[in-house]
Every structure is written in C-alpha cells, then in structure tokens.
Nanobody
Framework: VWLVESGGGSVQPGGSLRLSCVAS????????MNWYRRGSGKERELVAA????????KYADSVKGRFTISRDNEKNTVYLEMNSLKPEDSDVYYC????????WGHGTQVTVSS
C-alpha cells in the first residue's frame, strides 16, 4: 500500500488549499479513505472521511462547512478541499486507509499565517 500526499503549503487566513492523495496497492474504490492531522494530542485527529463501497462523508466539527472531502476512483485519488483556512488549521495532514492495519502517507504541511 502506498499513499502519497501533495498540495500543502503556506496561505493567509481565509485562504484555500486542495490536498491530494494518490493511492496504490489495494482496490481503492472499495475502501474508506481518511484525512487526519497531527493535532496537539497524542493521537492524530480525524479531519474527514469518505466511504468506499458504502457512500458517506463525515467531518470533524472544527472543519464542517469549510472542508470538503471527495474522491476520484478512476484516478485512485482522494482530495481535501480546504476553504476559509484558520491559523489553527496549521498542521501536518496525513492520508490514511485502514486494511486490517492502518496505512499512512508521509504527510503534507499546511501553514496558515498572516
């Protein structure tokens, strides 16, 4: 399983970024895909999730209405559109899939600062 994130960067508050995660090594369309961020606690924080065979999306309360998760099964890619970014969104964002165990990408840094 390989997960490769891209799209991070530095933006001003109120700005937007779109993260991408290209996946390989498993039947992508069948699996739920997740975006996490490192957060301030011991465990990573789930930001957004999108279903595979079962269609759903879910979001952390802190990003509802501002972030949108989507996927393109033809391209084996999951996206995280982030709008109205706030300084507290600054973090390392990770793509994740759970297949018996968790698989993670290397992460992509998002910095929101004026």
């Amino acid at each position: 399983v390989w997960l490769v994130e891209s799209g991070g960067g530095s933006v001003q508050p109120g700005g937007s970024l779109r993260l991408s995660c290209v996946a390989s090594g498993f039947p992508f369309s069948r699996y739920e895909m997740n975006w996490y961020r490192r957060g301030s606690g011991k465990e990573r924080e789930l930001v957004a999730a999108i279903g595979g065979q079962i269609k759903f999306t879910k979001y952390a309360d802190s990003v509802k209405g501002r972030f949108t998760i989507s996927r393109d099964n033809e391209k084996n890619t999951v996206y995280l559109e982030m709008n109205s970014l706030k300084p507290e969104d600054s973090d390392v964002y990770y793509c994740n899939v759970r297949r018996v165990t968790d698989y993670w990408g290397h992460g992509t840094q998002v910095t929101v600062s004026s």
